[in-house]
C-alpha cells in the first residue's frame, strides 16, 4: 500500500537532520539508497574540524539562514546570503564552520 508520510523536518535531531535516506526503515516512503536530505541547524560557532568521510556522492548545500563556512581542501566556500549554494561533486572531503545560529539544508544524491 502506498502511504504518505508528514512531519516537520526540525523533528529529526535523533538522525542529525537527516530525514530522507537509506537510513530510514525499510517501507518507509523515505527510504532510499539513491538520495539523502538534511535539514541542517548549527549553533554559532559550532563547527567539524575533521574531514567527513569521502562520499560517492554529489552534495549540495543551501542557505536557508545565518552564515556558514565549507571548507574544502584548497578552498573556503562562504555561504551568507539566503540561498546560497555550494555543489561538492563526489569524493571530495570538507569541514564547515557555523559563523551565526544557521540553518541549511543538504541533499546527497547517488548516480
Not at 574531514?51 to 584548497?74: A, K, M, R, Y
Request: net charge negative.
Amino acid at each position: 500500500m502506498k502511504s504518505i508520510v508528514t512531519g516537520n523536518v526540525r523533528q529529526h535531531d535523533d538522525e542529525r537532520g537527516w530525514f530522507v535516506g537509506a537510513f530510514m526503515p525499510q517501507g518507509d516512503p523515505r527510504h532510499t539508497d539513491r538520495l539523502e536530505i538534511k535539514y541542517g541547524r548549527h549553533a554559532a560557532g559550532e563547527q567539524r574540524t575533521d574531514w567527513t568521510d569521502v562520499h560517492s556522492g554529489v552534495n549540495v548545500c543551501v542557505l536557508i539562514e545565518g552564515s556558514f563556512d565549507l571548507i574544502f581542501p584548497d578552498k573556503t566556500v562562504e555561504l551568507r546570503k539566503k540561498g546560497d549554494y555550494v555543489v561538492c561533486d563526489k569524493s571530495i572531503p570538507y569541514r564547515w564552520k557555523s559563523h551565526l545560529d544557521t540553518e541549511c539544508l543538504t541533499v546527497r544524491w547517488y548516480d
